[in-house]
DNA sequence: ATATCTGCAAAGACTTTGCATGAGA
DNA sequence: TCTCATGCAAAGTCTTTGCAGATAT
């Protein structure tokens, strides 16, 4: 997909992608980037512009969602629904990638827990299931969700 | 979980387990489950609440939301999210049965295809890796998810 | 009899759209 | 320069809440 080179060049390693994509790049989109690729945590477009406002005070939170919507589409960011109602962004790493993970989630507090354990064995099985239902439905697959839902230990001891 | 017997005897099966519960069988409730038990497909509340308003004329969207939520927390029904911005209801068939499934998520039209290939060693994989990351991260997992994204036959056709 | 459930209307939360101003290439 | 991007305000969608009247047990 991408280069892999994240050396820097003045420019983020993102640039080129962008503006491959016929779009600009702009200061509002670099800011959201920058944060997006220094979290390890699954923000969702108010965290972001929260974080954003102290650099950026003018910046609006519509330009966020369009920047995120952007993102997905090109492919830079996943976007996610963990059940409370509103969206979550990640930088994507590709399904190859060795830092592709799946996430558990806890149902009473809302917590994500990223796991890249049978991360292999998983991507094995999906490999297969994914040529499989391929060939018998038509289907062009292009992506997989696998999400565990349950009690973190702390809302689990809690509720004890 | 429940008896398995859904031979008639006036009451639908699920009488007692909404009594069990401490919750009344009303009507509405009856049709809910009359029409979520009859179809295969992924209904929102409010397709149910359009194919029950030729037989309760009066019965309001906000019952059908209060229905669903009560339906899902007695685990007789399932609640999905195919990132179409509303939420979608299914019969619930436990992870053991012989019907559960999977989807494929159509990308481009929102489609909805069931499938129960690959069921089996899936079933495999994950409750390995439930046990693993129950111990690892002390997390209580109740339940998973499964999705494929991709593009339907039809739209897969009309892309080219 | 009475605690629960329903339906209506209104509110709430997140996200998208319209439009004039501002900025990238 | 000229098209694309931004920010504000307003609108849109799905879902939840408040409350008086109706219903199940």
């Avoid at 959201?32 to 102290?54: F, G």
């Avoid at 090109?74 to 592709?100: C, N, Q």
């Avoid at 094995?124 to 992506?143: C, P, R």
């Amino acid at each position: 997909m991408q280069s892999g080179c994240r050396r820097g060049r003045g420019l983020g390693w993102w640039h080129g992608h962008i503006r491959g994509y016929g779009y600009r790049m702009t200061a509002q989109r670099e800011a959201v980037l920058e944060i997006m690729t220094k979290t390890r945590e699954h923000l969702s477009a108010e965290d972001i512009y929260h974080q954003l406002h102290n650099l950026y005070p003018n910046i609006g939170l519509t330009t966020i969602y369009r920047t995120l919507e952007l993102l997905v589409d090109t492919g830079l960011v996943y976007k996610f629904d963990f059940g409370d109602g509103r969206a979550r962004y990640e930088i994507s790493e590709g399904p190859d990638s060795p830092d592709h993970h799946h996430h558990l989630v806890c149902t009473c507090c809302g917590k994500i827990t990223n796991y890249t354990d049978f991360i292999d064995k998983e991507r094995k099985l999906l490999n297969e299931t994914e040529m499989g239902l391929s060939k018998k439905f038509n289907f062009k697959i292009t992506n997989h969700l696998i999400q565990f839902y349950g009690l973190c230990e702390k809302c689990n001891k809690d509720e004890k």
